[in-house]
């Protein structure tokens, strides 16, 4: 038997080895996306009009602001994370904000460090300055240093951002400000350097000269000069005008379609100023004016590179009569939506002006309509165009071969991070459902029209400990919700740094410096998911890149990806150091999702009453209806047969109203016995609910195949026992995937008993 076990162990260990190694291969970034691209023949280009980094660095840039950042991509489009991974940043004159636990991190000595700064001086004109130059002005004597405080220049630094952007970082406190910078010139032979030392790629192929176009806080390339300085008159030419040249009151101006030929005061190899075309990515939109009641034309500015292109465009300030808004038609609806698709191809016809004309064949584009394909039957949108929102109707039907649904998974343990952050956490699943669904955090702040064309939010529908997330978020008692595939997370405060960060008002913070009343994982007893919950997706992740609040404009509900009835879960103590859930079984002493919330949470008043046993008094006087057979499957075996549960089905009805058809695993059978022709009382366990069945065991025919199977097959759906494997876990053994519809024929045959396991 030792000899047994020593395989299965040895068997098991290269089984994980496989994995592990398989793991990370599978995350092993290449070393090359494209052919010809090598770590040798990378270098460095500053990136024209970069204004992201601004907000993401949280930097002021005003006239006190001792930060410049100027930001790179390389030659081969934004910085190339399969080439450039694990590098990190590079830094000079650390102090204590760029060191870890007092080390030096960067593993270089000073006189690296200087070797370093010499080159970036050598390289980077500040208003046609050098570094040594700009600290020499207060001090004549100065020179380049490794020390804080020795340079104008306090830390230099190359520094990477999840984006794929490389920055180039200066600290100016002795030197000069960020208004002050005119231009910021890179000079041919620009290296980059990585956080040893080494040389990283090629020197920059050319000289690059920015502006600082303070007017709207960025970097650009600097356009071709006249010979008194000024931007030359044939630098900027309009080269194509946006596809959208007439507005109305109220409209915003669209630069899609608009292009400007550009030319740069830098040269090529062959002394040529440098030309570029720029399109509406490129450029920013300054200041108009669209609600004039006088017609004509209105004045859009467009900055080019810091250069101001005034584009004038028709307006009209024409309106709807919003007392004739029933006489409008709106053509192209079809007969019924299916979920993942969406509402196009509509136009208006009958609009009524208040000049008294009417407009036709009015084309909508997808910001004029709010009209989610997300809920199944009638649904209400809205239609928004001028002055006027036109509600409409229309059906959504759910996909025909694979339907889509929203199931919350029960059985697992826990999504949490305890010595983290405590975030605690539950699995989403959408069946049917194509739609990624990605790493996004500030959930709650994503908000939609449902199904009646209300506004809401997911945490309206999310409730903790009976209160809902909204209401607990408004008195800062969690912090916020987000989503990683398929996991929901609910994150709480943890540090008083994070109450700093977020700017909690005064009133709200206990004389500990954290929210009064704040929740953590230990005092998050029972979530319940409100009928109309609807699971959140977004077409990018977000999740630690610090953008997730503009991001969340763009966050939707996928389609489909909502419930159909509540769901409670009890966070549930397991007989081993992990948790669990428990969605309970319909009971006869509580009837209602709330009655039980009452009554967990009265057993949390006192911790240490907050157990199994107890719990379990509350879950175990089941209804007759809470778990019942309605498919048996295979009811006679012969003598000597494994147990087959193909077939077997057991009807659940839970508390809060839902049903659950659950199949099983054969192994997570109890009592089956056929060593003996008989009957054979079996069972399997329904959220510590035993559901009996009884099964024949016949003598074995001669020369006939046994017909049991091997114990591997089918789905065990039943939770912690102490045998007979019926523990739910993270490794599949639990309760499976649940049905939303209820098998109707139940076996006569079949004797039921429920007892408390």
């Not at 079809?334 to 993942?340: C, K, V």
């Not at 196009?344 to 000049?355: C, K």
């Not at 009064?516 to 959140?536: A, M, Q, R, S």
Request: one cysteine or more; aromatic letters at 10%; a negative charge.
């Amino acid at each position: 038997m030792s000899k047994v076990k020593t395989w299965i162990t040895w068997a098991l260990a290269f089984v994980l080895a496989v994995s592990v190694i398989g793991f990370v291969a599978a995350f092993n970034p290449k070393t090359a996306s494209a052919e010809e691209q090598t770590a040798e023949n990378t270098y460095l280009i500053p990136l024209n009009g970069y204004v992201e980094a601004r907000e993401t660095m949280n930097l002021s840039y005003n006239a006190n602001d001792s930060g410049v950042s100027v930001w790179f991509t390389t030659n081969w489009g934004l910085g190339k994370e399969n080439l450039w991974q694990n590098l990190g940043s590079y830094a000079v004159n650390c102090d204590s904000w760029a060191t870890a636990s007092g080390s030096n991190m960067y593993e270089t000595t000073e006189e690296e460090m200087v070797t370093i700064l010499e080159d970036i001086n050598d390289h980077i004109l500040i208003n046609g300055k050098t570094m040594l130059e700009i600290m020499q002005e207060d001090d004549p004597a100065a020179e380049i240093t490794a020390h804080e405080g020795g340079t104008a220049f306090w830390r230099v630094m190359f520094h990477w951002d999840a984006n794929g952007h490389i920055a180039l970082r200066f600290h100016t406190d002795q030197g000069v400000k960020y208004n002050e910078i005119e231009t910021f010139t890179i000079k041919a032979g620009f290296q980059w350097y990585d956080r040893y030392g080494n040389k990283l790629g090629a020197p920059t192929d050319r000289d690059y000269t920015l502006y600082n176009d303070q007017t709207n806080n960025q970097f650009v390339w600097q356009l071709k000069q006249t010979t008194e300085g000024e931007i030359d008159s044939t630098a900027v030419v309009l080269a194509s005008e946006p596809t959208k040249m007439t507005y109305y009151k109220g409209d915003t101006f669209d630069p899609t379609g608009i292009s400007f030929d550009v030319v740069y005061e830098d040269t090529d190899a062959n002394g040529a100023n440098i030309t570029e075309t720029l399109t509406a990515d490129d450029i920013v939109v300054g200041t108009y004016d669209f609600t004039g009641d006088e017609g004509g034309t209105v004045t859009v500015p467009i900055y080019v590179n810091g250069y101001v292109y005034n584009l004038e465009v028709n307006y009209s300030p024409i309106q709807i009569d919003t007392a004739k808004l029933d006489q409008i038609e709106i053509d192209g609806l079809a007969d019924s939506y299916t979920l993942e698709t969406s509402i196009s191809g509509l136009t208006l016809n009958n609009v009524p002006y208040t000049d008294g004309t009417t407009g036709n064949n009015i084309a909508l584009t997808a910001e004029n309509i709010n009209a989610p394909v997300v809920y199944v039957g009638e649904c209400t949108g809205y239609i928004t165009y001028l002055n006027a929102t036109i509600e409409f109707t229309y059906n959504v039907v759910n996909n025909e071969t694979i339907p889509i649904t929203l199931e919350i998974d029960s059985s697992n343990y826990p999504i949490f991070q305890a010595t983290v952050n405590n975030r605690l956490g539950f699995k989403v699943t959408i069946p049917g459902s194509s739609v990624s669904r990605k790493a996004i955090e500030n959930v709650q702040m994503a908000t939609w029209i449902n199904q009646d064309g209300e506004e809401v939010s997911i945490g309206d529908f999310i409730y903790i400990n009976g209160v809902s997330y909204t209401q607990l978020a408004s008195e800062y008692k969690v912090r916020k919700i987000l989503a990683y595939g398929d996991t929901l997370l609910i994150d709480v405060y943890t540090s008083t740094s994070e109450v700093t960060e977020d700017e909690i008002p005064a009133e709200y913070i206990g004389e500990d410096g954290m929210p009064i009343g704040y929740l953590t994982y230990d005092t998050i007893y029972t979530i319940e998911l409100k009928e109309g919950f609807t699971y959140v997706t977004a077409d990018a992740d977000s999740w630690g890149l610090g953008t997730s609040e503009e991001d969340s404009k763009n966050y939707y509900p996928v389609p489909g990806g909502y419930l159909t009835n509540s769901v409670l879960l009890v966070r549930y103590p397991a007989t081993s150091s992990l948790t669990r859930w428990m969605r309970p079984l319909a009971t006869t002493d509580y009837t209602s999702v709330d009655a039980m919330v009452t009554a967990v949470l009265g057993l949390a008043e006192t911790p240490e009453d907050y157990t199994r046993s107890n719990l379990d008094a509350l879950f175990e006087n089941v209804t007759d209806d809470a778990a019942v057979i309605t498919s048996p499957g295979i009811t006679e075996f012969e003598v000597g047969d494994d147990y087959d549960a193909e077939g077997l089905e057991v009807t659940v009805k839970y508390l809060d109203g839902g049903t659950e058809v659950m199949t099983f695993n054969s192994a997570a059978i109890q009592g089956f016995d056929s060593e003996e022709a008989g009957t054979c009382d079996c069972y399997v366990t329904v959220n510590n609910i035993q559901v009996h069945f009884t099964v024949t065991i016949k003598e074995a025919t001669s020369g006939g195949d046994t017909g049991g199977d091997d114990n591997t097959g089918g789905d065990n759906t039943g939770d912690d026992s102490t045998g007979g494997g019926c523990s739910s876990s993270a490794l599949g053994i639990g309760i499976g995937a649940a049905v939303l519809s209820v098998t109707a024929a139940a076996a006569a045959v079949v004797l039921i008993r429920k007892k408390r396991a």
